[in-house]
C-alpha cells in the first residue's frame, strides 16, 4: 500500500519569497492534517480537512499561510510571504475512521529553510 | 495550556536498562492515546495505542490514568535501536455530536541508549 507522498523534501528560499508544499494521501482517508514541526518540538497541527472542507484551521497564520484539498484528495499548502521563524518540517498526515481512534499516517516530510 | 505535556528529556540510559516516559493531557473529553516514535530526520510512526485497561507490546507497556489524565509509556531491556524521540498523541473529538478528531501531539521525549 502506498503511503502519503509529500513534495519536495527540501526547499530552500529568501524571506519574503513564496513556497508551496504538495501532499497525497493514502488512498480512501478522508481526514487530512498539516502540521508545523520546528527542531526540538512536536508536531504543531495547522490545518485538519475532512474531505475538502476544513474542519480545524485555528492555528493556522491565516495572514500567510493558505492550504486547499479541492477535490478531496490532493492538497497543497501555501506560505506567501515567508518568514525566517517558518523555518520547519511541514508533515502530512492522513487518517481514515471518524470516530479518531485510528493510527494517522505521515508523510516524509518537507524541510523549509528560510534565509 | 498546551493540550499535551511531556518532559522533553533527554534520557539517556544503558543498555538493558528500564525507561518510563509521562505525558498529561487537558482536556478531559479526550478519546483516543497514542504513543509515536519519531527517529532523527525521519516521520513519527505509530509505536502502539493506548487502551484504558493498559496494553503491553513485546518489551513496550502503555498505560492509561483518565481520571489523572494521565498517559505513560515504559520500555523494558532498553535496546540501541530505540534510540529515538517518544512523543505522546491525543486523539480528541471537535465537539458536541461530532465524531471528527484532532490530533495533538506533545513535544516528544528524546531517549538515547548507549552500550
Known amino acids: 500500500e502506498a503511503g502519503v507522498a509529500q513534495s519536495p523534501r527540501y526547499k530552500i528560499i529568501e524571506k519574503r519569497q513564496s513556497v508551496a508544499f504538495w501532499c497525497n494521501p493514502i488512498?480512501?482517508?478522508?481526514?487530512l492534517y498539516w502540521y508545523q514541526q520546528i527542531l526540538g518540538q512536536g508536531p504543531k497541527l495547522l490545518i485538519q480537512f475532512q474531505n475538502n472542507g476544513v474542519v480545524d484551521d485555528s492555528q493556522l497564520p491565516k495572514d500567510r499561510f493558505s492550504a486547499e484539498r479541492l477535490k478531496g484528495v490532493d492538497s497543497t499548502l501555501k506560505i506567501q510571504p515567508a518568514k525566517l521563524e517558518d523555518s520547519a518540517v511541514y508533515l502530512c498526515?492522513?487518517?481514515?475512521?471518524?470516530?479518531?481512534?485510528?493510527?494517522?499516517?505521515f508523510g516524509q516530510g518537507t524541510r523549509l529553510t528560510v534565509v | 495550556r498546551k493540550e499535551v505535556e511531556q518532559d522533553p528529556g533527554p534520557f539517556n540510559v544503558p543498555e538493558g536498562a528500564t525507561v518510563a516516559f509521562n505525558c498529561t493531557y487537558s482536556?478531559?473529553?479526550?478519546?483516543?492515546f497514542f504513543w509515536y516514535r519519531q527517529d532523527c530526520r525521519k516521520e513519527p510512526k505509530l509505536l502502539m495505542s493506548?487502551?484504558?485497561s493498559g496494553n503491553e507490546d513485546g518489551r513496550f507497556t502503555a498505560q492509561l490514568n483518565r481520571a489523572s489524565q494521565y498517559i505513560s509509556l515504559l520500555i523494558r531491556d532498553s535496546k540501541l535501536s530505540d534510540s529515538a524521540t517518544y512523543l505522546c498523541v491525543v486523539s480528541s473529538y471537535q465537539g458536541r455530536g461530532s465524531t471528527l478528531g484532532r490530533l495533538y501531539f506533545g513535544r516528544g521525549t528524546q531517549l538515547t541508549v548507549w552500550p
Open positions: 493506548v487502551y484504558s
Open positions: 482536556n478531559s473529553a479526550s478519546q483516543s
Open positions: 498526515a492522513s487518517r481514515t475512521g471518524q470516530k479518531g481512534t485510528t493510527e494517522a499516517f
Open positions: 488512498s480512501g482517508h478522508a481526514t
